[in-house]
């Protein structure tokens, strides 16, 4: 979830608590305030939000380095499916457009 986050908006967020019951996330750039922390909500599967400062004041990033290739596989897995034939040049554009991710080689 957290990825999907800073991938669609385009900002770097830290885990400052990262445990199986609350999680804390605060955003790297230094002036900003934006900060969350939720714990699992008791019997269930379910995260509650604890605390939000839900207000970025700093500009989001245009470089995301959150998108591993297990996670693009994932979100492009319906659309290979779909189109078996899909060009690589489709797919980045693809990713590009709906996830603000460009692809560069290694």
């Known amino acids: 979830m957290l990825r999907e986050y800073k991938t ?3 900002y770097q967020l830290k885990k400052t ?3 199986k019951k609350k999680v804390g996330v605060y955003c790297l750039n230094s002036d900003c305030i934006w900060r ?3 714990s ?3 019997g269930s599967k379910t ?3 604890k605390s939000l400062k839900s207000k970025h004041i700093c500009i989001n990033s245009s470089t995301i380095k959150v ?3 297990i996670w693009i596989a994932k979100k ?3 659309l290979i499916n779909d189109e078996p034939n899909i060009s690589n040049k489709a797919f980045k554009t693809i990713l590009n457009d709906k996830f603000r991710i460009k692809l ?3």
Do not use: H
């Open 8 to 10: 669609k908006l385009g």
């Open 17 to 19: 608590i990262n445990q």
């Open 36 to 38: 969350i922390y939720v």
């Open 40 to 42: 699992l909500l008791y």
């Open 47 to 49: 995260f509650m939000i």
């Open 67 to 69: 998108a591993t290739s």
């Open 76 to 78: 492009l897995l319906p």
């Open 104 to 106: 560069y080689p290694i």
